[in-house]
């Protein structure tokens, strides 16, 4: 089971940026993609980017993809998660997990989960 910790949440004005890490160990010997997926307070846990292990690959949902941008450090087995021009709404919890699938967006194909970690965005 790969062990998944991220970091670099905070509490940051509307219109300001913030970088979150996740460094992955144990990864599985299948893995495709590592993604982040984020959960605001009283909703459901909803996909925001992924990329592949090789890191060629990416993907974005449509509420960010010009606003952030996923990249991996190959070396490090570390993904980030720059975000830019932050909004109220992207206030939530932000996980990032591990999937050996091919749908990355859908968040039953991911089987390892970091604990997660808050960003706040103020109005």
């Known amino acids: 089971q790969a062990l998944l910790v991220e970091s670099g949440g905070g509490l940051v004005q509307a219109g300001g940026s913030l970088r979150l890490s996740c460094a992955a160990s144990?990864?599985?010997?299948?893995?495709?993609?590592l993604g982040w997926f984020r959960q605001a307070p009283g909703k459901g846990r909803e996909f925001v980017a992924a990329?592949?292990?090789?890191?060629?690959?990416?993907y974005y949902a449509d509420s960010v993809k010009d606003r952030f941008a996923i990249a991996k450090d190959n070396p490090r087995n570390t993904i980030y998660l720059q975000m830019n021009s932050l909004k109220p709404d992207d206030t939530a919890t932000y996980y990032c997990?591990?999937?050996?699938?091919?749908?990355?967006?859908?968040?039953?194909?991911?089987?390892?989960w970091g604990q997660g970690t808050q960003v706040t965005v103020s109005s």
């Open positions: 997990a591990l999937t050996k699938g091919l749908r990355v967006t859908e968040q039953g194909e991911y089987n390892d």
């Open positions: 144990g990864r599985p010997y299948s893995t495709y993609a």
């Open positions: 990329i592949t292990w090789s890191g060629s690959t990416t």
